[in-house]
Every structure is written in structure tokens, then in C-alpha cells.
């Protein structure tokens, strides 16, 4: 039985992560370590609660109580924990500097007093920079542009100098644009339906025609879970979704699926040293067996609709007073 410790893991990706493998394999016990910041919910955990292969322990990756005790009896640690939401990054550069790099550090100080199999780093695309052709490769500099992406550059590095200088046996993973259920709702997917829904505007930075690479977030799981299986220590793995798509196209997308009107599209000033193209080369994790499950056009009209189908979700957090205070004062400043 391998036993995983996965911070973060309240959150978007982490609690989808937590969910495929306990679902998917009777090998693994999970505990979740995670602070239930404004992006964890146990919500996102309901249907796993009751099971005998999880945990649940409240607690911040940056208190180096909190994370040894977590560490106990652990055989790998996936860290989905972060501040991940590039607008917010902007607005408070120090959360992200706080929680993406010395958070990694407490894990990494963690990691070499209790031996572990393995350490996986999750990290992102944005770390590249702008890709104005070609994908990515992990051989690539990294070239981040907001203080977000520059948080998960730092992070990354540290945690891979501590498996050269220590020995601790880190992996990284770069994930792309990742959408599915569960996400929080100031990311573009869940934002965008959630205001269709109640004939808001959707505020679409500048032209619109920033491209990303989608992935479905259980794709960005299985990522994960081959990486976890297969991967090597001191490596780094891209996992990308094959879908370079510019935002405006999913606007229209969400437009259709809600019945809604272009009335409601609302174009912004852009933000702050927006990235205009991001596309990853997958090739390394496809080599290792990684397989995409998820067709971009189905996947991504299944999640419109989970937003629709599960309105009292997101609409507890969106009514929340610290997420109408940050969205009100951040659009405010771009119209």
C-alpha cells in the first residue's frame, strides 16, 4: 500500500487528483493536507470523506509544524498547494511569494528529515513565458512574466537545487490551462458560466486572442499519476492538453452552451504583462504510456454544464465578502 501525502488537495486539481486515485486504485491511501484558504473547500472532498484509504488534516504547507506531521508515515508527496490565480498575483504579490516558495521550502526541509520515495513538484506552463511558436520542451529556460509564474519558477527551482544539494528525490510537472469541475470560480471557465448564468458581464482581457493549451483536469491527473508510477527524480515532465485555443473561442463556447448573448461580452483592459501564447511539447510523458482520455469539444461542454448543473457550489464562494471584494476592486481597475 503506498501511502500519499497531497497538500493542496481541497483545491481544483489536487481534490480531482485525490478523487481519480482513490476511485481508480486500492493501493494508495491518501492524506490531505490543506489550509482551506478562499480555493479549498471540503466540499470538493464529499463523496471521498467516508473512505478508510483517506485523511483529512487541516494545516498550511508554510508552518513547519503543520507539515511534519503530515509527514509522517508517507511514502510520496504530491504538492498541489499554491496561490495560483495570475489576477491575484498582481493584486498581492507576497501570498504568492509566502505559500509558492516558502511553502516548498518547509516541504523540502520536511522531506529531508523523513525519507520518501518520491516528491512531485507541481508546477505550470507559465513558467515558460510567452511561446510565440513552437511548444515548450522541459529542456526550455524558463522566462516566467507575473509574479505568479515567477512564484512557481522559484518554487520549482528550489525544490529541484534541494534534489542535487540533499538528495531528496523531487519530480516536476509542468501543467497547461487546466479546466474541469471544481474549479474556482475567478478562473475564466467557472467565472465566465457562473456570470452568464446571472447576465453579467464577461470581461475578456483585451482582444481576447490569448492562447492557451486546455487540459482536462482528470488528463492533468493521469499526468500526475504517470509521473508518480514511472517518472524519475531530478526530472521535469510537461503535461499539456494538445489544444492551443485563444480565450474568445471559449467565451463563445460558454455563450452557446448557456443560451446566452455575445451582448454580454465586455472587453477590458488587458491585464498587466499577459502572456499571448502558451503550448507545451508532451512528447516525454506520451513515451511513458501518458494517454489523453478527454476530447477537448466534449470535455469542455461537460464542464460548462457541471457549472450549471451545480450552482449552490459556486455560488457560496462567489457570494463570499472576500471574493466580491477582490473581483469588484480588480475589474473596476480594468474598465
Not at 500500500?1 to 497538500?7: D, E, N, S, Y
Not at 508515515?73 to 498547494?81: Q, S
Not at 452552451?257 to 502572456?275: A, F, Q, W, Y
Not at 512528447?283 to 470535455?299: N, P, Q, Y
Request: proline fraction near 4%; glycine fraction near 8%.
Amino acid at each position: 500500500m503506498k501511502r500519499l501525502l497531497v497538500t493542496g488537495g481541497a483545491g481544483f486539481i489536487g481534490s480531482n487528483f485525490v478523487r481519480h486515485i482513490l476511485h481508480s486504485r486500492q493501493d494508495c491511501e491518501i492524506t490531505v493536507l490543506d489550509a482551506l484558504t478562499y480555493a479549498g473547500h471540503l466540499e470538493n472532498l464529499e463523496d471521498v470523506k467516508d473512505n478508510l484509504r483517506f485523511r483529512f488534516v487541516k494545516g498550511d504547507i508554510r508552518v513547519e509544524e503543520d507539515v511534519s506531521k503530515a509527514f509522517e508515515n508517507i511514502d510520496i508527496v504530491i504538492n498541489f498547494a499554491a496561490e495560483s490565480h495570475v489576477d491575484r498575483s498582481i493584486y498581492d504579490p507576497e501570498a504568492f511569494i509566502t505559500t509558492d516558495v516558502m511553502g516548498v521550502y518547509t516541504l523540502m526541509e520536511a522531506a529531508r528529515r523523513h525519507p520518501i520515495e518520491k516528491f512531485i513538484q507541481i508546477s505550470t506552463d507559465e513558467v515558460y513565458g510567452d511561446v510565440e511558436e513552437g511548444f515548450s520542451k522541459e529542456s526550455d529556460p524558463v522566462s516566467p512574466n507575473s509574479p505568479y509564474s515567477a512564484s512557481k519558477a522559484g518554487g520549482e527551482l528550489l525544490a529541484r537545487a534541494y534534489c542535487r544539494t540533499y538528495g531528496v528525490p523531487v519530480l516536476v510537472t509542468r501543467g497547461s490551462n487546466t479546466y474541469g469541475p471544481y474549479q474556482q470560480p475567478e478562473k475564466l471557465v467557472p467565472l465566465f458560466v457562473s456570470n452568464a448564468i446571472d447576465d453579467k458581464s464577461l470581461p475578456v482581457y483585451g482582444d481576447g486572442m490569448q492562447i492557451r493549451d486546455w487540459l482536462h483536469v482528470i488528463d492533468h491527473c493521469t499526468g500526475v499519476e504517470t509521473v508518480m508510477d514511472k517518472g524519475e527524480p531530478g526530472e521535469i515532465y510537461n503535461i499539456g492538453g494538445d489544444n492551443q485555443r485563444p480565450n474568445v473561442e471559449i467565451v463563445q463556447m460558454i455563450l452557446e452552451v448557456t443560451c446566452k448573448s455575445d451582448d454580454l461580452i465586455e472587453h477590458v483592459e488587458d491585464r498587466p504583462g499577459h502572456d499571448r501564447r502558451y503550448a507545451l511539447d508532451s512528447g516525454k510523458l506520451l513515451a511513458m504510456g501518458w494517454v489523453r482520455s478527454h476530447d477537448f469539444e466534449t470535455g469542455m461542454r461537460d464542464t460548462i454544464r457541471w457549472y450549471m448543473e451545480n450552482q449552490n457550489w459556486w455560488r457560496s464562494i462567489k457570494e463570499s465578502d472576500e471574493h466580491r471584494r477582490f473581483s469588484e476592486k480588480w475589474y473596476a481597475d480594468r474598465r
